[in-house]
């Protein structure tokens, strides 16, 4: 096994699998965990996000599917890293926070905003580009 990563990818479990007691379910995450180096990385450090990463592994059909929403979802939170970097490095704190505000608060609208935008593209004459 890679202490990179997780060495194997796991298959589908039909449903007439036997699933491995307490002890030997511990001893195989062990197992999968000791010495890998992404781990190490990310120990402790996923209380904010793990509510998201539940949710896409509730919503998903298989590993895969999860690994596809995730991609969509760590794609667009990039993007808005990107953004918000930019804002910071161009010294342009109002806009920056105006941005951390939108993303962190459903309902928080703009100056001349009338609706959120939600997938949809709602536009108005003081933010055309919304």
């Excluded at 990310?42 to 999860?66: M, N, T, W, Y």
Aim: charged letters at 30%; hydrophobic letters at 35%; aromatic letters at 6%.
């Amino acid at each position: 096994m890679s202490s990179d990563g997780f060495g194997e990818i796991m298959k589908q479990v039909p449903e007439e699998t036997l699933i491995p007691n307490n002890d030997e379910q511990l001893d195989s995450l062990v197992q999968k965990l000791l010495g890998n180096k992404i781990f190490g990385r990310v120990r402790g450090q996923f209380k904010a996000e793990l509510p998201e990463l539940i949710k896409l592994i509730d919503e998903a059909d298989s590993p895969s599917d999860f690994c596809r929403r995730f991609d969509r979802w760590a794609a667009d939170q990039r993007m808005m890293g990107n953004l918000l970097a930019q804002l910071r490095r161009d010294r342009w704190s109002f806009a920056e926070g105006e941005l951390t505000t939108l993303l962190c608060t459903a309902g928080y609208t703009l100056a001349g905003e009338t609706v959120p935008p939600r997938g949809d593209r709602a536009r108005d004459a003081h933010h055309p580009r919304l």
